[in-house]
Structures are given as structure tokens and as C-alpha cells.
């Protein structure tokens, strides 16, 4: 039997691994602005070129699509760790990934992001690029959620978690516009 009891120490860790998705993502669009010769500045949801900045065409398209990469890349690793063996602690990275990417594609229809600036440039639209990862994420979290019997319970609370945490970091993010890097 896998454990899927929820204690205190699960609800942190889901909350820490939020915060851990959130900063990992937006540090790589840092990085990579900077990398690409762009200084840029990190807030808790979102990076944007210092002011005066310009990034070419190109290099926007490159700063827009490495957040997701890494996003994604984190999901699959979770994944295939998960199929050797069941760790409740660990599932929460993958749920995450899927979590920020599926909002991601829902907040296109406000204002086009990561995915939808880099489906732009290929030319294939605002949803197509969040579709496709939002799918393939989603079929990550099917495949170790029956693998392992996940229970309703379980799941609610995970998500609610990672809802909770996800919505804070954004409202803090309105609110203060901390200046991380």
C-alpha cells in the first residue's frame, strides 16, 4: 500500500514545492535573459527586461518558451522517479507542473504568456503550444495517479494546496511587486 496520508508535513511540502516550481521557472526566464546578454529583472511571477532593454524577436521567443521547458522537464523527471516507486513527497512536483502549465493555457485568454508568445513566433497560435504541454502534463498525472490508486482524498488536498499556495504567490506578486533578482 502507498502512503497518501495527509499530515502537516505533506501540506508544507506541497507548499514548498510550489514556491520551488514557481522560482525555478522564473529564474530560468531570468537566466536565460541574461545569458542572452539582457539584464532583466525577477519577480516572484514574472521576469521582464530592465527598462530601456530590448530583446530581439528571436530572444523573446527563446526568454518565452525556457520557463515552460524547465517546467516540463521537472514533470518528467517526477514522472519517471514515480514509476520506480511511490513517493508522496514527490508527487506534488509533478502535479505542480501540470497545475502552472494548465493555468498558464487558461490565462492566454486574458493575456497571451510563455507558450502563446512562443506559439506566436512559430506561427501556430495562442493555444496550441498550451494545449499540447497542458495534454501531455495531464497524462503524466493520470499515469502515476492510477498506477497508484490515488485517492479522491489525497488528490483534493494536494490540489487545494497547490491552488492556495499558486493563488498567494500570485496576489503577492500584484500586490508588492517584490524585485527577487
Not at 504568456?113 to 501531455?136: C, K, P, Q, V
Not at 495531464?138 to 489525497?154: D, Q, R
Not at 499556495?165 to 524585485?179: C, G, N, P
Request: proline share 3%.
Amino acid at each position: 500500500m502507498n502512503n497518501q496520508k495527509i499530515t502537516v508535513k505533506y501540506i508544507a511540502n506541497v507548499l514548498f514545492v510550489v514556491l520551488f516550481t514557481w522560482f525555478v521557472h522564473e529564474f530560468t526566464h531570468w537566466l536565460t535573459s541574461e545569458l542572452l546578454g539582457y539584464e532583466a529583472v525577477m519577480q516572484l511571477n514574472g521576469v521582464r527586461p530592465q527598462y530601456g532593454v530590448h530583446p530581439t524577436e528571436n530572444h523573446q521567443a527563446i526568454i518565452a518558451i525556457s520557463g515552460p521547458i524547465i517546467t516540463v522537464l521537472q514533470g518528467i523527471l517526477c514522472y519517471f522517479l514515480l514509476t520506480k516507486h511511490w513517493n508522496k513527497y514527490l508527487y506534488p512536483l509533478l502535479l505542480t507542473a501540470f497545475y502552472m502549465r494548465f493555468l498558464a493555457g487558461a490565462m492566454n485568454f486574458l493575456s497571451p504568456n510563455d507558450e502563446a508568445r512562443f506559439g506566436h513566433y512559430l506561427g501556430i497560435g495562442t493555444h496550441t503550444l498550451s494545449i499540447i504541454i497542458s495534454i501531455f502534463l495531464f497524462m503524466l498525472v493520470y499515469s502515476i495517479s492510477k498506477k497508484y490508486k490515488l485517492g479522491w482524498k489525497f488528490q483534493l488536498w494536494t490540489i487545494l494546496t497547490i491552488l492556495v499556495m499558486s493563488w498567494l504567490i500570485i496576489l503577492v506578486d500584484q500586490y508588492f511587486r517584490f524585485q527577487i533578482l
